[in-house]
Structures are given as structure tokens and as C-alpha cells.
């Protein structure tokens, strides 16, 4: 049982590139989040999707786009990579709709050069 | 505007000591409350969650919630170093979205 599993664990990119990150879940849960994580900032939502078929922004979505491309996975989009994007970034799911907590996978550590 | 606070710390304590880590949120009727621990390097894991006033404990883990003063604590019994962690509160503010506002996490510090 794998949980959240994210793809790269780490990547550099050149100011401009894109690059997708990949989440992925085996756990059925119905929601997933994609945060950014910065020394000092605790953990922002950048999108989520409460339910395949949807998604919504989150606190900090400008230069992101994502996809909910089945139940299980969740991807998130960078088309023109800028440094202030250098990040670790966290992939999330959870039951939807519940008071239920997040599980978490084990980040992507993104640097933009 | 942050509506979950905890004191960024570090919070140094002696091993065997408590270690207490304190949160604040800014909405009455929040419902639901979570502490992650996150290891330097790693992800958050979920230590405790609490949904109603009073204590839960779970092994050297007691969370505390008082919902009419609007926080939420975590006490960690004969603390090792091995809880040298950060430590992060999550609320899920009202609104039925559920999803979780995350405080920016205690630095919790145990020395030998």
C-alpha cells in the first residue's frame, strides 16, 4: 500500500521551462491538494479537487494550472517556471466531505534556476 | 492573514521533559483539529487529530482543545530526541469546505 506517491522526488529547471508533477493515490480517497512549502511560510494550497471533475484554487495558485485526471491522480503544471517557484512541493488526499485528516506524499523538491 | 498561529519556537526542552505546543485559530466554529509532525527533509504525518473540548491522549501524545478560547495544544510526556521535529496545527475553518488551515509549525528542539 503505497499511499501518496509523487513524482519527481527532485528536479532543477531553467527559468522559463515547464514541468509537470505527478501525485498519485491509492488509498480511493475523493479530494486532493497540491501545496508549496517555503522556509518560514508553513504550507500553502496552491489548487485542490474536492472530487474528480473538479477543481478549485487555493491560497496561492498564480503560475500553476492542474489536472484531475482520474480518482487517483492529480497533477500539477508549471508552464513557464520562475525562480520565486522554487519550492518543496506536497501532494495530499483525503475523504471527502469528513473531518477526516490529510495524508501526505513525500514532496517534490522543485529548484528554478 | 493567517487565521492559525503557533509560536515558531525553536522550543528547546530537556530530554524527559514535556514539551508543550501551543496553537490559536481565529474561527469559533471550527470542528476539527490535527497535528502533524514533519521531520526535517520529509512530510507532515498525522500524530493526533480532536474534535470535541477536553483531552486526548494517545501513548506520550495528549492534545487539548478549548473551543471558547480558541486553541488547541499538543503535550508531548518524557519527550526523546527522536520528537525533535517541526510541528504543525491544522484547523478546518468553517465553511464546510474541510479543507484544513495550516498553522507555520513549532520548532520543537530536544536535547539530551
Known amino acids: 500500500n503505497a499511499g501518496v506517491t509523487q513524482t519527481p522526488k527532485f528536479q532543477v529547471l531553467k527559468t522559463g521551462q515547464s514541468m509537470t508533477l505527478q501525485c498519485a493515490q491509492d488509498?480511493?480517497?475523493?479530494?486532493m491538494y497540491w501545496y508549496r512549502q517555503d522556509p518560514g511560510m508553513g504550507l500553502r494550497l496552491i489548487y485542490y479537487?474536492?472530487?474528480?471533475?473538479?477543481?478549485d484554487k487555493g491560497e496561492v495558485p498564480n503560475g500553476y494550472n492542474v489536472s484531475r485526471l482520474n480518482k487517483r491522480e492529480f497533477s500539477l503544471r508549471l508552464e513557464s517556471a520562475a525562480p520565486s517557484q522554487t519550492s518543496v512541493y506536497f501532494c495530499?488526499?483525503?475523504?471527502?466531505?469528513?473531518?477526516?485528516?490529510?495524508?501526505f506524499g513525500d514532496g517534490t523538491r522543485l529548484s528554478i534556476l | 492573514q493567517k487565521e492559525v498561529e503557533q509560536n515558531s519556537g525553536p522550543l528547546s526542552v530537556p530530554e524527559g521533559a514535556i514539551a508543550s505546543l501551543n496553537c490559536t485559530y481565529s474561527d469559533r466554529v471550527s470542528q476539527s483539529f490535527f497535528w502533524y509532525r514533519q521531520y526535517s527533509g520529509k512530510s507532515p504525518e498525522l500524530i493526533m487529530s480532536?474534535?470535541?473540548?477536553g483531552d486526548k491522549e494517545d501513548g506520550r501524545f495528549t492534545a487539548q482543545l478549548n473551543k471558547a478560547s480558541q486553541y488547541v495544544s499538543l503535550l508531548i510526556r518524557d519527550s526523546q530526541p527522536s520528537d525533535s521535529a517541526t510541528y504543525l496545527c491544522a484547523v478546518n475553518l468553517s465553511g464546510g469546505s474541510y479543507i484544513p488551515t495550516f498553522g507555520r509549525g513549532t520548532s520543537l528542539i530536544v536535547h539530551p
Open positions: 479537487s474536492a472530487s474528480e471533475g473538479t477543481t
Open positions: 495530499a488526499s483525503s475523504v471527502m466531505g469528513t473531518d477526516q485528516p490529510q495524508h
Open positions: 480532536i474534535y470535541s473540548n
Open positions: 488509498m480511493n480517497h475523493n479530494s
